[in-house]
């Protein structure tokens, strides 16, 4: 099974401030990543597909790079209605599709 | 508008059974695989187990393996997921979420998902 990381674990940070959270996966995934956003009792919501591709509707702020093992998702100018959760997910080889632990964005 | 719509969760006693409900609209449902994740209180989020578009093909996580039986009927709309011999650590909210389209039967993201059922799992 693919094992996913994510670094850091929380953050904290202010309105406009520029985020990175970073994602390792055990083995080559070849861009088949998710990232999700969560916020406290809502169910998680698609960011971004293939490493990199902005779901429809999702602000132009995020954005997703990366290849072979490393990824990161960046926000921009970090927003008030953005303080949450983010998981980053393979799915390259699945099953199981496995999720990263989560880094929690929190206020400064 | 897709619109996924979770039930049936509530609490049982270890070793009990519960059968979760999905109820989807807004796509053609017979089209796309089906999920369940499911996230533990205060912790992250863990996939129990996919059924493809037919229904013929089904996938567990180790975890659940033996105990959880995923189904669907297309004719209804609707995914289910039974739940037997359950313990305290099934304790969750089940997420049902459809897998976006994809090429290869087993690669695919979730792009949609319910707001969740509660399982507790408690004497």
């Known amino acids: 099974d693919i094992q996913m990381t994510q670094s850091p674990s929380s953050l904290s940070a202010s309105v406009g401030d520029r985020v990175t959270i970073t994602c390792r996966a055990s083995?080559?995934?070849?861009?088949?990543l998710a990232w999700y956003q969560q916020k406290p009792g809502k169910a998680p919501k698609l960011l971004l597909y293939?490493?990199?591709r902005l779901e429809s509707g999702v602000p132009s702020r995020f954005s997703g790079s990366g290849s072979g093992t490393d990824y990161t998702l960046t926000i921009s100018s970090l927003q008030p209605e953005d303080f949450a959760t983010y998981f980053c997910q393979q799915y390259y080889s699945t099953p199981p599709f496995t999720f990263g632990p989560g880094t929690k964005v929190d206020i400064k | 508008e897709v619109q996924l719509v979770e039930s049936g969760g509530g609490l049982v006693q270890p070793g009990g059974s519960l059968r979760l409900s999905c109820a989807a609209s807004?796509?053609?449902?017979?089209?796309?695989?089906m999920n369940w994740v499911r996230q533990a209180p205060g912790k992250g989020l863990e996939w129990v187990s996919a059924i493809s578009g037919s229904g013929g093909t089904t996938y567990y996580a180790d975890s659940v393996k033996g105990r959880f039986t995923i189904s669907r009927d297309n004719s209804k709309n609707t995914l289910h997921l039974q739940m037997n011999s359950l313990r305290a650590d099934d304790t969750a909210v089940y997420y049902c979420a459809k897998g976006s389209p994809s090429t290869v039967t087993t690669r695919y993201y979730f792009e949609y998902w319910g707001q969740g059922t509660l399982v507790t799992v408690s004497s």
């Open positions: 293939a490493a990199s």
């Open positions: 807004g796509f053609t449902f017979s089209s796309y695989a």
């Open positions: 083995q080559v995934i070849s861009n088949s």
